[in-house]
């Protein structure tokens, strides 16, 4: 059975900062970093002593959860606190890539805090032997990791000189944008609204093709015969592959590090290109951008250049093509030797750590059918995907457990959360894209890829996604408004 790897696709986009007076469970150094966009930025980092289990009494052992913290323009009479929902991967990534946050700060007059989710990063809770054994992995779930950023946030407003009653606000993007919906929804007390930018909280209840067709979507309106040229590529593949010297002609021809051999090469080779065309898709950005990989603006058109042939082509000059496309993806600089297919992305997302979440509670059904999308047929499969994780880690996924914990589609009793989401991203398909009620709203970003509002302001920003920032903003001020007046 084939599976589509969920694990690989789920990605997030995600400055000086002072020293401030803290308790000793509180510690802290001074950090730099280089934004490959704008200026050196700096902040401080600090570890919290978090518990590593916040629902039983058995383990009572603590851990340090990292955080970065900046109160550059932070007004403490009635500034609010942005506090982001980190997800998974190292917070310092998604830090220097969450733009939006430095960008409004000094308009809101905010203390900016990242938060760092526990099993990735520094936040590892058995230290090295965390990732080793399935007990050590027991407590790496959703559910702990909100218990964590809410005990942290009432750790800092305590802590903090004039952050008693300053009003929070939680932001994150993808995975961590599903973490600031639920951490509003599960702690109310905790943060007065959330921003769920590209948060697909509904990934779960979706049908299982509705992902893949976003992605040839994209494709489809980028470029003459684009996506039914890459429809039409598994089969060259398969036919070119079918020799040995083709299998030769294949590795030449796309530069690969690792020539191929056998047919299970075969299929990784064809699984790696299916990762790229996601995450082309996912960052399809108007500017030059480098969260994934170092890219053109608008890099899906760039691609479908390479990719305009009519039907008549043989399967070497189709090939040919997509090698084209491929190393606009992987060589942009030109400073590649050759390509590798074992990676995709950045090297900063814990993709183990994924892999176990969807392999235990955070179970997104994937599968495609050649027809409405332009990948080869792939149902999904249960059974075969539980087996697949407990051969992994020696557990089984709850299949419906996201639904039951998180309530669905059922949460009009919640408020103050903003939901937005790009019609470029293919993990649209699992987010809320209307507005449910008068404070759970829905801004869909013509022309938007991945979270693109949370990226820094850009002179190439499409107007609707200035338009959405603005609004975000006058929300953010509504939060904070209300929650003055309930004091």
């Known amino acids: 059975m084939r599976l589509i790897n969920t694990a690989l696709l789920f990605l997030l986009?995600?400055?000086?900062?002072?020293?401030?007076?803290?308790?000793?469970?509180?510690?802290?150094?001074?950090?730099?970093?280089?934004?490959?966009?704008?200026?050196?930025?700096?902040?401080k980092t600090f570890y919290?002593?978090?518990?590593?289990?916040?629902?039983?009494?058995?383990?009572?052992?603590?851990f340090k959860q990292r955080y970065l913290l900046n109160d550059q323009h932070w007004h403490k009479e009635g500034g609010p606190i942005l506090f982001y929902t980190g997800n998974e991967g190292d917070i310092t990534w998604f830090c220097n890539n969450t733009g939006f946050m430095w960008d409004v700060a000094e308009e809101l007059k905010a203390l900016l805090v990242f938060a760092e989710h526990r099993y990735y990063g520094?936040?590892?809770?058995?230290?090295?032997?965390s990732y080793s054994n399935a007990k050590y992995l027991n407590y790496l779930t959703s559910e702990q990791a909100l218990a964590d950023f809410a005990v942290l946030i009432k750790a800092l407003k305590k802590t903090l000189?004039?952050?008693?009653?300053?009003?929070?606000?939680?932001?994150?993007?993808?995975?961590?944008?599903?973490?600031?919906?639920?951490?509003?929804?599960?702690?109310?007390?905790?943060?007065?609204?959330?921003?769920?930018?590209?948060?697909?909280?509904?990934?779960?209840?979706?049908p299982c093709g509705e992902f893949y067709k976003v992605v040839t979507h994209d494709f489809t309106i980028s470029g003459t015969n684009c996506s039914s040229n890459i429809r039409r590529s598994w089969a060259a593949i398969d036919r070119v592959s079918a020799t040995g010297e083709g299998l030769q002609?294949?590795?030449?021809?796309?530069?690969?590090?690792?020539?191929?051999?056998?047919?299970?090469?075969?299929?990784?080779?064809?699984a790696w290109l299916q990762e790229t065309w996601v995450n082309l898709a996912m960052v399809d950005y108007p500017y030059e951008a480098n969260f994934l990989q170092p890219l053109p603006a608008w890099p899906v058109k760039v691609i479908?250049?390479?990719?305009?042939?009519?039907?008549?082509?043989?399967?070497?000059?189709?090939l040919n093509g997509i090698s084209q496309a491929v190393r606009v993806y992987y060589n942009y600089t030109g400073d590649?030797?050759?390509?590798?297919?074992?990676?995709?992305?950045?090297?900063?997302?814990?993709?183990?750590?994924?892999?176990?979440?969807?392999c235990t509670e955070m179970v997104m059904p994937m599968c495609t059918d050649g027809v409405a999308d332009m990948f080869e047929p792939q149902p999904w499969n249960f059974q075969a995907f539980s087996d697949e994780c407990y051969n992994q880690f020696g557990v089984r996924p709850r299949e419906d457990w996201a639904e039951i914990v998180y309530g669905g589609r059922n949460i009009s009793a919640h408020s103050n959360i903003i939901f937005s989401n790009g019609n470029l991203d293919p993990w649209m398909s699992g987010g809320v894209t209307r507005s449910l009620s008068e404070s759970l709203v829905a801004i869909m970003i013509d022309g938007g890829a991945h979270h693109l509002d949370l990226r820094y302001n850009s002179e190439f920003d499409p107007e609707s996604v200035i338009k959405t920032r603005a609004l975000e903003v006058r929300y953010f001020k509504q939060w904070i408004k209300q929650a003055a007046t309930t004091q």
């Open 13 to 43: 986009l995600i400055l000086s900062c002072n020293a401030l007076g803290l308790k000793p469970q509180l510690l802290g150094r001074h950090t730099a970093q280089t934004n490959s966009q704008h200026t050196s930025v700096s902040y």
């Open 48 to 62: 919290f002593d978090q518990q590593i289990d916040h629902f039983g009494f058995l383990e009572n052992g603590t």
């Open 122 to 129: 520094e936040s590892m809770p058995f230290g090295e032997e």
């Open 161 to 206: 000189p004039g952050a008693q009653n300053n009003s929070v606000i939680a932001i994150g993007g993808s995975y961590g944008g599903m973490l600031a919906t639920w951490l509003r929804m599960k702690y109310p007390s905790a943060v007065v609204g959330a921003l769920a930018a590209s948060a697909p909280i509904w990934q779960f209840i979706v």
């Open 249 to 270: 002609w294949l590795s030449q021809e796309f530069g690969l590090c690792n020539p191929l051999k056998t047919p299970d090469e075969v299929y990784g080779f064809k």
């Open 304 to 318: 479908c250049k390479n990719l305009h042939f009519n039907t008549g082509v043989s399967d070497e000059q189709l």
């Open 336 to 358: 590649a030797v050759c390509l590798n297919t074992s990676q995709t992305a950045t090297g900063n997302l814990g993709f183990l750590g994924w892999f176990y979440q969807s």
